[in-house]
Antibody, heavy 117, light 109 residues
């Protein structure tokens, strides 16, 4: 069955960096578009970034453009999110999600990122 | 950016009754609309896509309708496991700038 497992979250100071990883299994990872979606504590869902199956097409939400970098390693069945210049408002649970029919069909359990001094 | 507005923010319904949740888009999204269910401490789960197509494994008591800017998710006979927060999401246009509604909390009356 499809499994997505995020890791790499934690506590970081404002202005700091963090790299999230998402390990995929149970499907042909290289055949699917992937996204990162976040949810601030007690708040709704916010799409963060998208990457095509080959990695050659990438988009970001305006709120993270220029600070976050999405990437993938199809040989390792892994998705990444490099987060730089972190702000307090980036505090959230970050989910990786597999897209199918342009919707988020499968989600990981999430990784909590807390930005605080 | 297409803004998604859900109503009501909270809906109180008794088990066995029908629940109707609404979602409005600030501009037409055709039928490029999905619904997700999220329970406390869990990731969201895809319920519906293309406005009215149930995702794999979703019970028939869930139905979706609408097009353009007005959409509805109906749960015909509420079960205890249906009490959760529901989000709509649009995926129209290119490049993808997916946006979610703020959610409707469905609680037990």
């Amino acid at each position: 069955q499809v499994q997505l497992v995020e890791s790499g979250g934690g506590l970081v100071k404002p202005g700091g960096s963090l790299r999230l990883s998402c390990a995929a299994s149970g499907f042909i990872f290289s055949g699917y578009y992937m996204s990162w979606i976040r949810q601030a504590p007690g708040k709704g869902l916010e799409w963060v970034s998208y990457i095509s199956s080959s990695g050659d097409t990438i988009f970001y939400a305006d709120s993270v453009k220029g600070r976050f970098t999405i990437s993938r390693d199809n040989a390792k069945n892994s998705l990444y999110l490099q987060m730089d210049s972190l702000r307090a408002e980036d505090t959230a649970v970050y989910y990786c999600a597999r897209e199918n029919n342009i919707v988020f069909e499968n989600w990981g359990q999430g990784s909590l990122v807390t930005v605080s001094s | 950016e297409t803004v998604m507005t859900q109503s009501p923010a909270t809906l109180s319904v008794s088990p066995g009754e029908r629940a109707t949740l609404s979602c409005r888009a600030s501009q037409s999204v055709g039928t490029r609309l999905a619904w997700y269910q999220q329970k406390p401490g869990q990731a969201p789960r895809l319920l519906m896509y293309d406005a009215s197509t149930r995702a794999t494994g979703i019970p028939a008591r869930f139905s979706g309708s609408g097009s353009g800017t007005e959409f509805t998710l109906t749960i015909s006979s509420l079960q205890s496991e249906d009490f959760a927060v529901y989000y709509c999401q649009q995926y129209a246009g290119w490049p993808p700038m997916y946006t979610f509604g703020q959610g409707t909390k469905l609680e037990i009356k």
